[in-house]
């Protein structure tokens, strides 16, 4: 019985630590906003989590500028 149990706790300490996003490379939360060319936020997203490669690429994505409006899309991470 206490094989099992024990068997048990370890399977479950190895699944929260296979899942676990600080082990990936570090974790922000990060938003798509568009700000109009005053400055002000016109449109935000809905924050989402994002580790590793993901967080990687969202830092590389460059912002999008309007060449009508002026406005700037890009994402804000914290």
Known sequence: M???VWFGAACLLLAVAATSCEDLG???????????SSGDITSSG???EY????????????????????????????
């Open 2 to 4: 206490k094989r099992k």
């Open 51 to 78: 580790c590793g490669a993901e967080l990687a690429k969202i830092k590389v994505t460059p912002a999008v500028t309007n060449p009508v409006t002026g406005s700037v899309t890009d994402y804000e991470c914290r």
């Open 26 to 36: 570090g974790c922000e939360v990060c938003k798509m906003v568009t700000r109009s």
């Open 46 to 48: 809905s924050d989402t």
